[in-house]
Structure formats: structure tokens, C-alpha cells
């Protein structure tokens, strides 16, 4: 039962629902790099020497977001585990970049109550759909869905206390623009969380352009333009790593 679980999740993550690539590295963009030789669930184009995974599509039928929201996610990934990890407060400003139809947005509301908020941030308009009537079924009122763009997330320069990509970072199509435009939403001393299966482990079930290694993420998001310090990874979850970043002050000159 468990393997045939895991079969399914490994053929979902070999993306039946993919979105294309909507805007390919143009010659001259520097920062990235296109390889005609690639995985093929990747979108052959290259970041710091990591090629980018397909976007996962809402798919026909939204199968893509009952993936997501499928019952058996809280055994595998021990939701709840990965939420009390992130020490939320009441009141805080919590943006969930990349949020799907609302998973991680819906567990973290509660926690943030009476008076915090989750800016839930999608590129897809039918996961904002979804995620609208999943908040609405719930009675939950503290959860804004919010349109980015592949660059943009729409966020206003330091209102965030923690930004969260849970599964997300590995696919963005430009993670220096989005990493450049998180690290601007987030308040001094708010913090980035980064959800990725672990590349490390070869018995995390995931295909690899799926997967991050530590090292990989740490690479990447200390340019320091973004400003963000490594403050600690914590390994209690069963197939990902939690990576977080806190932004820094800016120096006085
Ligand atoms: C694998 S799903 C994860 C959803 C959610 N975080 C969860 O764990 O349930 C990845 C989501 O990231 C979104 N995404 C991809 N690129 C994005 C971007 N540049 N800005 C915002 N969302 C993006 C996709 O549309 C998709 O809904």
C-alpha cells in the first residue's frame, strides 16, 4: 500500500501536470543558462549550476491541487511537525510563496490569530481559486490570496515577518528576481523558510530536480544583495529540510 503511495507521488512529481516554462532564459541573461542536455523533468535551464523543475500545474480537473491536499500528506510530511517548527506568533505577517490551494497557509493561519495574517502567493489563478473556496469551506478569514508574477510576488517592501516556500523554491523560473523581491517584503530580522526534500537523501522518493541539497539553498540565497543570514536547518521532518534565513539590518553608512 505504502509503496504504491509512493509510486503515485513519484509519477505526480514526474509532473503529468507541468507547466511549460512561460519565458525561457533569453541569450545574454547571464544569470542563467540553457542546456539542450537536461533531465527531462527539469526545464533545461540552469541556475548556480542547478537546473529548475517544472512548475507543478493546477492539472485537468485540479488533480494537481488534490495532490497537495491529499490525506495521507500529514503521515509523509508530518505537516503539523513542520508548522510547530516555525515558532509563529500571534500577529505576524506571514507570506506563503508559492501556496498551492492553501495547505501550509490554512495550518498556519490558526497560529497567528487574533490579529496576524497569511498573504498566500500564487502565480496560478485557479490555485487562488481554489485556495479562496478551501479558506471559505473552513471559515478561516486571516488568509489573502495575492497574484505574483514568475518575478514578483507583490509583496510591500518590509511588511513580512517570515516568508515560507514549501516545496516551491526548487521550480521557481527566476529564483534571483524572486529571491531579490522576497528578501525586500521581509521586516529587519524577519525570516525565510525553505521546505525542500532533500537531495542528500537518495530514499526520499522524489524525482532529483525535485530535490535540494542544504548546501545548494545556502549557495543561493546568500548573494549578498538579498541580505539574508543562515541561521539554522532543521532535519525533524521525514523527507524535507527546513532552511532558514534571517534578514539583516541594513549597515549604517
Ligand atoms: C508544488 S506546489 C506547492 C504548493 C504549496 N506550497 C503546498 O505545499 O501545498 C508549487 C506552487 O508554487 C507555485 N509557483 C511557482 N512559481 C511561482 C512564483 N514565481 N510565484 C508564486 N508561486 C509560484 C505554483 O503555481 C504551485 O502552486
Known sequence: MIARHVGLLIALLSLPFGLRADEPAK?????????????????????????????????????????LERAVREKEEKLTLLIKSLDLKPGMVVADIGAGSGVIS?????????????LAVDVQQEMLDRLRDNTKKLKITNVEPVKGTQKTTALKPRSVDLAIMVDVYHELEFPYEML??????????????????????????????????????????????????????????????????????????
Not at 27 to 40: K, W
Not at 106 to 118: H, Q, R
Not at 181 to 187: F, R
Not at 209 to 233: C, D, I, N, R, Y
Open 180 to 253: 531579490l523581491d522576497i528578501s525586500k517584503s521581509l521586516k529587519p530580522g524577519g525570516r525565510i523558510a525553505f521546505v525542500e526534500y532533500r537531495k542528500e537523501d537518495p530514499d526520499v522518493p522524489i524525482k532529483l530536480v525535485h530535490k535540494m541539497m542544504e548546501e545548494q539553498v545556502k549557495k543561493e540565497a546568500s548573494l549578498p544583495e538579498f541580505g539574508l543570514k543562515w541561521t539554522k536547518t532543521i532535519g525533524v521532518l521525514p523527507w524535507q529540510h527546513i532552511v532558514l534565513f534571517e534578514k539583516q539590518p541594513k549597515p549604517d553608512r
Open 106 to 118: 490554512v495550518l498556519m493561519a490558526e497560529k497567528i490569530l487574533p490579529d496576524g495574517k497569511v
Open 27 to 67: 541569450p545574454g541573461d547571464s544569470r542563467y543558462e540553457i542546456r539542450a542536455d537536461h533531465d527531462p523533468n527539469g526545464i533545461g535551464k540552469f541556475y548556480m549550476g542547478r537546473e529548475i523543475a517544472h512548475v507543478m500545474g493546477f492539472g485537468p480537473g485540479g488533480q494537481g491541487a488534490e495532490w
